[in-house]
Each structure stands twice: as C-alpha cells, then as structure tokens.
C-alpha cells in the first residue's frame, strides 16, 4: 500500500484537483484505491460525489482513532458506479473515500502533540486491501497536514509557476525536512508538482526554469498546464477519465502519465 499526501503551504494551487486527477487515472488503471478528505473544506469529497449519511467523517474517525475501524466507515465514490454502469464491468474496481467534513479542523492546529500525529496512521494501520491512498491535505502545514505526512511514505508538492508559490513551496520543503528528522525518519520522496501551467506565459516560463534549478529531480513529470473545465468536471463529480472531449482525454492522459511516474518511482529508494 502506498499512501501519498498531496499538500502545499498555499491554498488554492491546485491540491484536490491532483488528488482527483490521479484517483481518477488510478480508478481507469483499476488500482484498489482510498481516497481521504483531510481538508475540513472537504473539496475532494464533493469532486468525487459523496457524503456521509450513517457512517463517520475522518474528522470524527480521527477522533476515536484506536476504536475506529476505518473500513467500516469509508464510502464508494460515485465515479465507480458511474465506471461501472458506463462500462458494464464484471469486476467492480475499489475506489473508496474517508469523507471530509470540518470536524477534522479540531486538529488543524500549530501545536498537535505527537501522540495525536500518529492519529490517520493508527487508522490506516487496520485498513488493507488499497494498493494506492492518496491524501488531500489543507492549505497550511499546521496538524492535519503534519498528521498526514507522518502517515505517509511520499509526498507531492504542488505548485504554480508563480512567485509566491515556488517560494511557499521551498518553505514547505524546509519544513518537510526539519518534521522527517524528528518524526519521520522513514519518509521517502518529496516531489513537486507543476500546476496551472501556461506555456505561452514569460512568466511562467522564468518560474518553470526557476523551480527546475530549485528542485531539480524531484521535479515530476509531466507538468500540468491550465485546463478550462476543470471547475466544471469538479462541480458535476465526475472524474476526468470520463468527461467528454479532446481537452479532458488530453488531461486524463498526463494523469496516467503521472500516476506511473509515481508509482515507478516507489520503487526506487528515497532520497537522501
Ligand atoms: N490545471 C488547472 N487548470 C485550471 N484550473 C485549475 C487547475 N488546477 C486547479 N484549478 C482550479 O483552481 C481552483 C483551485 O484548485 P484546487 O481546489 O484544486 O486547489 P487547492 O490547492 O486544493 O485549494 P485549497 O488550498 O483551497 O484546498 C479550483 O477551482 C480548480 O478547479
Ligand atoms: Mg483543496
């Protein structure tokens, strides 16, 4: 099982919309996927059609997490049924969701003990059966965010090619480094991921070769540039595997690009 916390110090680059871009490549793979919404904004949750109704949010989860079996409280997304009823499978791929709601930001703060960041790990320790949990963190690096890296073994940075983006994202990474040496010894890669990008712009092409000197491999591939439907693809809860038209095949496909990348990479060992 790999986990990997999409996260940046910024808010609105771009983190649910990788989360989703990759559950989205991972679901058309047919990669036993979990999704979880630790953003009390839940935006992952709503991008992927679900709510709770009986069973409990990650925040709520969190709270109780020694007596709480994270299997019996995550729901299907809706784009499974709908990749189901579109292609009658035979096989139902896994593509399940931790549900997000603002509960969750009882533990968004600067100063979470350890004990409390061990948390989403205590969770994930007793769930099995995902080969792939993708993390959707907030927008700032207080204890959900801290809670989801001590619970992962890679993390993705996002990142516009915008000043004070590429500058939130090497104060991410400092901080990423400071927290692997005293909680995470074990943390593998940390990749920065490219957002938003217009090639057409000067300045986005003066940060693009910015953030390639400054994070040099890890860098991923490929780069993401602006994509107009996004926020429609998002509004409706599709994924963009089955959202018609050049422009989301297009997109699709740099997701499953990227989602090998990443999992190739997993093979390799971590960066020293
Ligand atoms: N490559 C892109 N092209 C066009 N629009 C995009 C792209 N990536 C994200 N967006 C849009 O930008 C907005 C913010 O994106 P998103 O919600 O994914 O960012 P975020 O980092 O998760 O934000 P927050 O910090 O609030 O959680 C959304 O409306 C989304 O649809
Ligand atoms: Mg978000």
């Known amino acids: 099982m790999q986990v990997v916390s999409i996260s940046s110090l910024k808010g609105g680059v771009g983190k649910t919309s990788v989360t989703l871009g ?9 990669i036993p996927t979990l999704v979880i919404d630790l953003d009390p904004h839940a935006d992952a949750s709503t991008g992927l059609g679900v709510r709770v109704d009986s069973k409990l949010t990650i925040g709520r989860m969190l709270k109780a997490s020694r007596k709480t079996n994270l299997a019996d409280n995550i729901v299907s997304s ?5 990749a189901v009823s579109k292609r009658s499978l035979t096989r139902v791929p896994v593509h399940d969701v931790a549900v997000g709601d603002a509960y969750a930001g009882i533990y968004d703060r600067p100063d979470l003990r350890a004990r409390d960041l061990r948390r989403l790990t205590q969770l994930l320790a007793k769930t099995s059966g995902y080969a792939l949990v ?21 993390i993705l940075l996002v990142a516009e090619p915008s000043l004070f983006s590429v500058a939130g994202t090497e104060r991410t990474q400092r901080a990423l480094e400071m927290f692997r040496k005293e909680y995470a010894p074990e943390l593998g890669r940390i990749d920065v991921i490219a957002n ?20 040099g491999s890890s860098m991923l591939s490929p780069e993401l540039p602006e994509f107009a439907d996004w926020q429609q693809i998002q509004g409706a809860a599709y994924s963009v595997h089955q959202w018609p038209g050049k422009p989301a095949k297009k997109t699709a496909a740099l997701f499953d690009q990227l989602l090998r990348n990443i999992t190739d990479t997993a093979r390799k060992p971590p960066r020293t």
């Open 22 to 30: 990759l559950a989205s490549a991972a679901l058309a793979a047919g």
């Open 134 to 154: 993708l993390i959707d963190c907030p927008p700032s690096l207080n204890g959900l965010t801290r809670m989801a890296w001590s619970a992962s073994e890679r």
């Open 78 to 82: 809706s784009w499974q049924a709908k």
């Open 196 to 215: 938003r990008v217009r090639p057409d712009s000067d300045e986005h092409r003066f940060r693009l070769a910015e953030m390639r000197s400054m994070f």
